[in-house]
């Protein structure tokens, strides 16, 4: 069982830079691959990035990839979602999720993902 609280959210103005941040408890964070998941109003909610569990490897999704950067602390139980170039096109909630992936893939699916965060706002003003 892992359990995730995002923090960090809040208002910014375009070109502007956020760091989110995601704590985790249990036991095996450190065996899970890790994501960043937004979802804007009237919309699904979309894949941002990924990190394999020993942090290692990453991957964005194109609409982020070159701004963003994943990463995360296994020591202590957290992953981070630095955010710089923001854009209005960015605002959303983001949350976090954990999923188990012990091959070499990603998980860029919502449904691969079994633990999520209650997620945090972002707002992009133009």
């Known amino acids: 069982q892992v359990q995730l609280v995002e923090s960090g959210g809040g208002l910014v103005q375009a070109g502007g830079s956020l760091r989110l941040s995601c704590a985790a408890s249990?036991?095996?964070?450190?065996?899970?691959?890790m994501g960043w998941f937004r979802q804007a109003p009237g919309t699904e909610r979309e894949f941002v990035a990924a990190?394999?569990?020993?942090?290692?490897?990453?991957y964005y999704s194109d609409s982020v990839k070159g701004r963003f950067t994943i990463s995360r602390d296994n020591a202590k139980k957290m992953v981070f979602l630095q955010m710089n170039s923001l854009k209005s096109e960015d605002t959303a909630v983001y949350y976090c999720?954990?999923?188990?992936?012990?091959?070499?893939?990603?998980?860029?699916?919502?449904?691969?993902?079994?633990?999520w965060g209650q997620g945090t706002q972002v707002t992009v003003s133009s």
């Open positions: 249990g036991r095996s964070f450190s065996t899970y691959d």
């Open positions: 999720a954990a999923g188990f992936a012990p091959g070499l893939g990603y998980l860029v699916a919502r449904d691969e993902y079994d633990y």
């Open positions: 990190i394999k569990w020993s942090g290692g490897s990453t």
